[in-house]
């Protein structure tokens, strides 16, 4: 999905790891994240619904035991997007 200039990856399982590196590109303290940018992921997040799709790939990640891509959710989770998507201040 396209979303004034932040590109969502599908959420498949197969994309994983591309969903990961956005969102790590794109919230990293340590590349000093451009806030314009973060606003227009966390709007994207929140117009695709994306959040629960995450979720949906979690149950199912558990199910399969998968640790890497259990892993992979774990960093999308705790970057900044979703708490800022969700009003949740860390």
């Not at 590196?21 to 966390?42: I, K, N």
């Not at 629960?52 to 900044?80: A, G, M, V, Y």
Request: aromatic letters at 4%; hydrophobic letters at 40%.
């Amino acid at each position: 999905m396209i979303d004034s200039g932040v590109t969502l990856p599908p959420c498949e399982l197969s994309r994983l790891s591309n969903i990961a590196e956005l969102f790590h590109r794109t919230t990293a303290v340590v590349s000093s994240p451009e806030p314009l940018r973060r606003d227009l992921l966390a709007s994207a997040v929140e117009r695709a619904d994306y959040i629960p799709q995450l979720i949906d790939l979690f149950r199912r990640c558990e199910d399969l035991e998968d640790t890497t891509n259990l892993c992979r959710l774990n960093d999308i989770f705790r970057s900044e997007i979703p708490d800022c998507v969700v009003g949740v201040s860390t």
